[in-house]
């Protein structure tokens, strides 16, 4: 049973960056696959981006293509998201979420997750 805490979230100006981690107590992340969602007030959950644990490719959605860098570290069993260029638009609750070992990720199909983070806020404001 993993337990999944994200950290690093705030307030940050538009055109900054936050870097965003995901751990899981007792454990490591880095053969799972893992993906980052947000949900900003009366909107769905949004896969954002996620790192297969089986070919270790990552996938990122358009609006975030360019800014956001998944990763993962093996020392630390954790896994970052790094935010760049952010955007008043990229204000939500943002969570981490873990699937099956030496597994394929997916940015539509939250069933493939098992285990979530309690989510935390980012907001992007002047």
């Known amino acids: 049973q993993l337990q999944l805490v994200e950290s690093g979230g705030g307030l940050v100006q538009p055109g900054g960056s936050l870097r965003l981690s995901c751990a899981a107590s007792g454990s490591t992340l880095y053969y799972h696959a893992i993906g980052w969602f947000r949900q900003a007030p009366g909107k769905e959950r949004e896969g954002i981006s996620c790192?297969?644990?089986?070919?270790?490719?990552?996938y990122y959605t358009d609006s975030v293509k360019g800014r956001f860098t998944i990763s993962k570290d093996i020392t630390e069993g954790t896994v970052h998201l790094q935010m760049d260029n952010l955007k008043p638009e990229d204000s939500a609750v943002y969570y981490c979420?873990?699937?099956?070992?030496?597994?394929?990720?997916?940015?539509?199909?939250?069933?493939?997750?098992?285990?979530w983070g309690q989510g935390t806020q980012v907001t992007v404001s002047f």
């Open positions: 979420a873990a699937a099956g070992l030496f597994s394929q990720c997916s940015l539509s199909n939250t069933d493939e997750y098992s285990y």
């Open positions: 790192q297969s644990s089986n070919d270790g490719r990552k």
